[in-house]
Nanobody, 126 residues
Framework: VQLQASGGGLVQAGGSVRLSCAASGITFSWHQMGWFRQAPGKEREFVAA????????EYADSVKGRFTISRDNGKNTVYLQMNSLKPDDTAVYYC????????????????????WGQGTLVTVSS
């Protein structure tokens, strides 16, 4: 199983970045997908999650209205569109996959995600 995150980089405050995470080795459409982040000196935190079909999403309060998670099951890829970025958004962003049936509720609990990518760094300058 491989989750390959990409799209990070240096961006100015107020700018936008789109992260991508390409999955292989799993039946992508059977998995809920999530994005988490870890800032320097802080614990990992939940950012967003999307259901297997893409119709249900969940966001951390800190990113609601600014970030959008989406997925393309045909491309085995999940995206995180990040707008109106703030310096506090600086972190390594990780994608994660959780095997879940069609009726499973989205979760923000990291330990429930069985697969993790390597992370991509987003740095927001003020």
């Amino acid at each position: 199983v491989q989750l390959q995150a990409s799209g990070g980089g240096l961006v100015q405050a107020g700018g936008s970045v789109r992260l991508s995470c390409a999955a292989s080795g799993i039946t992508f459409s059977w998995h809920q997908m999530g994005w988490f982040r870890q800032a320097p000196g802080k614990e990992r935190e939940f950012v967003a999650a999307v259901s297997w079909g893409g119709g249900v999403t969940e966001y951390a309060d800190s990113v609601k209205g600014r970030f959008t998670i989406s997925r393309d099951n045909g491309k085995n890829t999940v995206y995180l569109q990040m707008n109106s970025l703030k310096p506090d958004d600086t972190a390594v962003y990780y994608c994660a996959a959780r095997a879940a049936g069609g009726g499973a509720t989205l979760t923000s609990a990291g330990p429930l995600y069985g697969y993790w990518g390597q992370g991509t760094l987003v740095t927001v300058s003020s």
